[in-house]
Nanobody, 118 residues
Framework: VQLVESGGGLVKPGGSLRLSCVTSGTIFSRNDMAWYRQAPGKLRELVARITESGITNYGDSVKGRFTISRDNPKNTLSLEMNSLKAEDTAVYYC?????????????WGQGTQVTVSS
């Protein structure tokens, strides 16, 4: 299973970015998917999650600013990030939660850096 994130970069406060995560080697449409982030010296935290049926939930700090979506035919997870703040600076990771008869297997991408700075 491979997850490849893209779309990170340097953006000014108030700006926008769109992250993408393309998956292979797994049946994307059956997976719950999520974005996590980790800032230096902090624990990895949930940013947003979307179930295989399209139900979404968000971390409190990004509600109303970020939108998670999925394109099953393209095996792609996206995160639209608006009104970015300095505290959104982190490495963003894509997570695939693959259901199996024995439980869920988690697969992570390598991460993409998002830096919000003037």
């Amino acid at each position: 299973v491979q997850l490849v994130e893209s779309g990170g970069g340097l953006v000014k406060p108030g700006g926008s970015l769109r992250l993408s995560c393309v998956t292979s080697g797994t049946i994307f449409s059956r997976n719950d998917m999520a974005w996590y982030r980790q800032a230096p010296g902090k624990l990895r935290e949930l940013v947003a999650r979307i179930t295989e049926s399209g139900i979404t939930n968000y971390g409190d700090s990004v509600k109303g600013r970020f939108t998670i979506s999925r394109d099953n035919p393209k095996n792609t997870l996206s995160l639209e990030m608006n009104s970015l703040k300095a505290e959104d600076t982190a490495v963003y990771y894509c997570l695939a939660e693959e259901p199996t008869p024995y439980g869920t297997l988690d697969f992570w991408g390598q991460g993409t850096q998002v830096t919000v700075s003037s």
